[in-house]
């Protein structure tokens, strides 16, 4: 079955960094475009960036654009999102997710506080 595991996730101080990784199992996973996705406390679970299949077309939320690079091995069946200069508004539990047909599929997820 479809499984995606994230890890990565930590406290970190404003203006730090974080490398976030979701390891995908039970499916092809080449062939399928991946997306990071995070909700915070109280507000609706958003997407804030995605990437193609085979890794060349990636797409950021506003939010994240400039400051994050999402990548993806698919050899290694793993999704990365690197984030830098983060902010305390960047706080929440980070999903990575998949659709395959009609159905989606997400991770347990990992949290990233941003607090000094």
């Known amino acids: 079955q479809v499984q995606l595991v994230e890890s990565g996730g930590g406290l970190v101080q404003p203006g730090g960094s974080l490398r976030l990784s979701c390891a995908a199992s039970?499916?092809?996973?080449?062939?399928?475009?991946m997306n990071w996705f995070r909700q915070a406390p109280g507000k609706e679970r958003e997407l804030v960036a995605t990437?193609?299949?085979?890794?060349?077309?990636?797409n950021y939320a506003s939010s994240l654009k400039g400051r994050s690079t999402i990548s993806r091995d698919n050899y290694k069946n793993t999704l990365y999102l690197q984030m830098n200069s983060l902010k305390p508004e960047d706080t929440a539990v980070y999903y990575c997710?998949?659709?395959?047909?009609?159905?989606?599929?997400w991770g347990q997820g990992t949290q990233i506080t941003v607090s000094s």
């Open positions: 997710g998949v659709k395959i047909l009609t159905r989606d599929y």
């Open positions: 990437i193609s299949g085979g890794g060349g077309l990636t």
């Open positions: 039970g499916f092809n996973f080449r062939i399928y475009a």
